[in-house]
């Protein structure tokens, strides 16, 4: 079922949704070589707790950890380790969601580890500009296959390619919820987008082909073909006023609003 939200519901996203912004703008301060990835997931632990909240990905179907922390190749959901230490040039995306006053966040960032050759920066920017763009289309009245048309649009223009096997979704009082939201297809399909309706867009974009596999942990979803991943993600409400993108800083959503523009 697809669950709109009263005001009051979405401020109780919106609170949900910033101790996130804040949470992953420490990690992202973070992200260095020599660091572990356990080392990331403690802080965000640890951070989360501080501000009242609850690690919504810890024991949600058994996974382990309060991050998924995804390196190079990795797509999403991997799981966090000691032993897995970030160098100069890896890739990393922090996926991470927060339970706050019964509400959920959920947002992921890819950030560069040192320095990256331009063609990997140019993966991470154009997918950073197909999550905004796929916002702009999240409005009242459009359908959600708008949203990912505007993904797969963009992101096979500069050359790269959509994971087709993980979708966004639906997020508030759950987790996950209805619609899913993938990120390509026919503009024009799927559920009308209706005032409160808040939506987790989340493209997922691979240097080379889009096929992807899980390794033997069940969780870890790595390209089949080993090139690297990037993905961003943010809560989005669906308002009267247009789409608001609960888990962006005003920061973010500043320097985004150019981008956005270009479906308004």
Not at 101 to 116: L, N, Q
Not at 124 to 146: C, M, N, P, Q
Not at 168 to 184: F, K
């Amino acid at each position: 079922m697809i669950v709109q939200l009263s005001a009051r519901e979405l401020d109780r996203v919106r609170a949900a949704s910033q101790v996130l912004a804040g949470i992953l703008e420490e990690l992202r301060a973070m992200v260095r070589p020599g660091i572990t990835t356990a080392d990331l997931d403690a802080h965000a632990e640890a951070r989360v707790r501080a501000e009242g909240g609850v690690p919504a990905f810890k024991g949600y179907r058994g996974f382990p950890a309060t991050l998924c922390t995804s390196v190079n190749s990795e797509v999403i959901h991997g799981i966090p380790s000691p032993t897995r230490v970030l160098r100069d040039g890896d890739i990393i995306s922090i996926d991470m969601g927060v339970k706050l006053d019964g509400f959920f966040g959920d947002a992921a960032i890819t950030v560069p580890v040192g320095r990256v050759p331009e063609s990997v920066a140019t993966l991470l920017r154009v997918t950073h500009e197909a999550l905004w763009l796929a916002i702009a289309r999240a409005r009242v009245g459009g359908r959600v296959s708008d949203i990912g048309h505007a993904v797969q649009v963009h992101v096979e223009a500069a050359g790269f390619s959509v994971v087709r096997e993980f979708v966004g979704h639906g997020v508030g009082p759950s987790l996950h919820t209805e619609p899913q939201v993938p990120n390509y297809g026919a503009p024009g399909r799927g559920p009308r987008l209706k005032e409160g309706m808040v939506l987790a867009i989340e493209p997922m974009v691979n240097m080379g082909g889009p096929a992807v596999k899980v390794l033997r942990d069940g969780w870890t979803a790595v390209t089949a073909d080993g090139s690297l991943s990037a993905h961003f993600e943010h809560t989005v409400a669906v308002t009267a006023d247009g789409p608001v993108a609960l888990s962006a800083s005003s920061s973010e959503r500043d320097a985004s609003a150019a981008v956005a523009s270009r479906t308004a």
